[in-house]
Every structure is written in C-alpha cells, then in structure tokens.
C-alpha cells in the first residue's frame, strides 16, 4: 500500500520501548484490550486469545460494519482497540486448549483477563497455577467493580459503572438531565490505569525476579478521576452536580455561543479575567465579579455579560479576537474534523495499515510519542492491523512460538 498522504505508514514488525516484552490477553470486549493495545503500542508482543465462536464480542458490535474481501464483515469497534496484536484461536474448557494457552504462558510476560471473579480459577488458572507455571508472570485483572467486596460477582458494563461510579452524576446539562460520557470512558480508564499498574510490576520484578498480580476496576477508575469533585465530598462535604458545559468551581469557564456557533473559553486566572474585560470593554471589578470566588457565586450573571457580548461576534472573529488578547478559547470540532486537522495529522495521530480483509485503512494512533534528549524524534514504531480472527494460530503449533 501507498502511504497515506497525511498518516504515519506503519506495517511489519512492531519495535518501541517494549520490544521483547511478551503479552498473552485474555481480555475481550474493550478495558483489556485496551490495556493490551497501549502495551502492543510500546513495542509489547501481544498474542490475543479469543474464543473459537465468533471470538471478541466485539467483533459482533455494530454497526457500522465494513465489508471484507472474505465475503464477512469487519467491526469498526474492534478495530479501535485491537491493533499491533496476533489472534489465536482457543477452546479454554478443553484441555487441548488449556494446554496450549499453559505452553503461552511459560514464555509469556504479562497475562490480561477480565473474566467475572472466579472465572479463570473454575478453568484452571487459579495464581497458585500461574505462579506455578511462570514465576515471573505479571497478571492484570480487570473486573467491574473489584475482585473482593459485597458486590464483587458483579458483572463490569461501561455505562452501568458511569452511573455507579458517580460520573453520570455530574455530567449532563442538569440534575434533571444526566449524560454518560459519548465515549467508553470507564473501559477506557480502567485500560489505562491496567497498564500503568503493568509497567510498575514489571519494573519491579527487576529486582525481585517475581511477577505480581495488578488488579483494578471499572468503579476504581471512575473513582479516581473524580478529581477536585472527589474532594468536594471528602473534604468540603459538598455533593457535586451536572453543570453543562460550564465549570462549577471557576467562573467564566465554558461554552458560548456566537453570532453563528459556539466557542469555549478558560478564564483560569484573575489575570485571564483582567485580559478579557479589557479586551471586551468590561469592568473586571464590577461588584460582584472582581475574583474568582465571586464570579461562581454570581456565575449567571457573569455568564449573562459574556454571552451578550460574544454574540456581537462569528465564531472565527470571537477566536481570533481571544487569541490576540491571550485568553485560551476553542471551537467545537466534530469526530469527522479532528481526523482532518493539521495539528491532529502534525501528532502523529493517524496511522496507515494493511488489513488482511479490508486492504488499506486508516486508524487513530497512540497518544505517545519518544524524543531523545538533543529533541530529535525516535523512529516511530511500526503498526500492525487488528488481526482477523485465528490468523496466528499457526503460533500454536511453533515450539517456541515468542522466539524472535
């Protein structure tokens, strides 16, 4: 394939800071995967276990779906969460199975799963088993709402541990209109935070030459995002709420509309508020809106002000008129126009693979990029497609299957 004009051309061999590091995942559906994907990201070598009846479960979320060259159809879901990886095919309730995933784990450095508590003992693979198997094993365990606790057992859906996790509680237009986030935000935390906890354990068993277990949660990564509304209870025993798109804690800080869309501003700073009142001809120490503080206790009022005055504006005047007054300010971008932005395209944010049914397409990159010290930019590792289902079970059959 051609690279594509504006996206980083990735095929071949995966390299990056954890090239050698060997990843069995277990995981479906999107935390572990997502784990297993930043790590595959890094250069990880990730062997991907699916189930022989269709596989991921997210191989069958859809649509959208796009036609394949087999006459089948390729999820756009699984997609976003599953390049640089292999896929092998297993039955783990028979021991054919469970003996090939025991030749995988010997050689392996990091196992993912994310089955119910219980599950993966019921199948063979209790820690003790493990440990038993490969000392130095690192295991990550993704559950929903932890793997101990009255309500452990429960089952880990995304938008139930939105709700269950307080996030759906301060999201939404009002009290009286509460929204999950557009995205899979507690998979996707609970993936990150995964493989955070990963590279700890790892870089640890340098010096012990054991493995650990990593355990985290959906509600453990709603939990820790909560940021300053987390404090707000703890400390301030105050109860956050759905605010809209306009920030409960400073004041002005949010979306406004114009005399033809919609811009964000953050007035993060007294100086940020001197800045915007001279630019606008306002009084920056009108009673009642000389500090921060007071402007949240009269935030309709001041968002009132503003807001009159940026309707006297088209959005492209508003923000240049804020940029040349050094007040930080943004657009509202749909999906489709931040695959087209330069900046997005100057990141490294797209990237061109070969698919093995679909032929050439485009992905969302990884967020990292690696520099060395005199600043020049190291060679960026080389992407590989999300594998259609068994593609590598040839890996199987090889005696040495993570033999580079």
């Known amino acids: 394939m051609t690279a594509g004009v504006r996206g980083t051309r ?7 800071p954890l090239c050698g590091l060997v990843v069995v995942d277990l995981s479906r559906a999107l935390a572990g995967p997502h784990a297993a994907m930043m790590l595959g990201d890094l250069g990880a070598e990730v062997v991907k276990v699916e189930n022989v009846n269709g596989g991921d479960d997210t191989r069958g979320w859809g649509p959208p779906f796009v036609d394949a060259s087999d006459g089948g159809r390729e999820s756009t879901y699984f997609l976003c969460a599953n390049r640089n990886k292999k896929s092998v095919t297993l039955d783990l309730k028979s021991p054919d199975g469970r003996n090939s995933l025991e030749r995988l784990l010997r050689s392996a450095d ?63 237009s009002s009290a009286a209109d509460l929204q999950r986030v557009g995205v899979p935000i ?18 640890e068993r340098r010096h012990t030459g054991k493995g650990q277990v990593v355990r985290t949660s959906l509600l453990a990564a709603m939990v820790g995002v909560h940021a300053f509304q987390g404090t707000r209870w703890t400390v301030a025993k105050q109860v956050g709420q759905a605010t809209g798109n306009h920030h409960p804690s400073i004041c002005p800080y949010g979306l406004f509309d114009t005399a033809d869309g919609a811009v964000q501003i953050a007035v993060g700073s007294e100086n940020l508020w001197i800045r915007l009142c001279e630019g606008f001809g306002l009084d920056a120490l009108a009673p009642g809106m000389a500090s921060n503080p007071e402007r949240v206790e009269n935030a309709a009022a001041v968002r009132e002000l503003v807001q009159k005055v940026f309707l006297q504006y088209s959005s492209d005047e508003l923000l240049a008129k804020l940029d040349a007054i050094g007040v930080p300010a943004g657009r509202i971008r749909s999906i489709s126009e ?35 010290t ?8 080389r992407h590989t497609a999300p594998p259609v289902l068994g593609a590598h079970n040839d890996l199987l059959e090889s005696p040495q299957p993570f033999k580079t």
């Not at 990735?10 to 990056?16: F, I």
């Not at 994310?114 to 063979?124: E, K």
């Not at 932005?341 to 990292?368: A, C, F, M, N, Y």
């Not at 005199?374 to 590792?381: A, I, K, Q, V, Y």
């Open 186 to 203: 507690a998979d996707l935390l609970a993936g990150m935070y995964g493989a955070f906890g990963v590279l700890a354990a790892l870089h």
């Open 374 to 381: 005199d600043g020049s930019e190291r060679t960026r590792t």
């Open 110 to 172: 990091v196992l993912i799963e994310n089955f119910r508590t219980g599950v993966l003992d019921r199948l063979g693979f209790s820690l003790r088993r493990l440990a038993e198997l490969n000392e130095r094993l690192v295991v990550l365990s993704i559950s929903g709402f932890g793997h101990d606790g009255p309500e452990a057992c429960r089952a880990g859906y995304d938008q139930i541990a939105q709700g269950e996790g307080g996030l759906m509680s301060v999201t939404g």
């Open 10 to 16: 990735s095929e071949g061999n995966s390299r990056g």
């Open 338 to 372: 931040v695959y087209e932005w330069e900046q997005t395209l100057s990141q490294g944010l797209l990237i061109d693979v070969d698919h093995k049914t679909l032929g050439p397409i485009r992905l969302p990159g990884p967020p990292l990029r690696f520099f060395d």
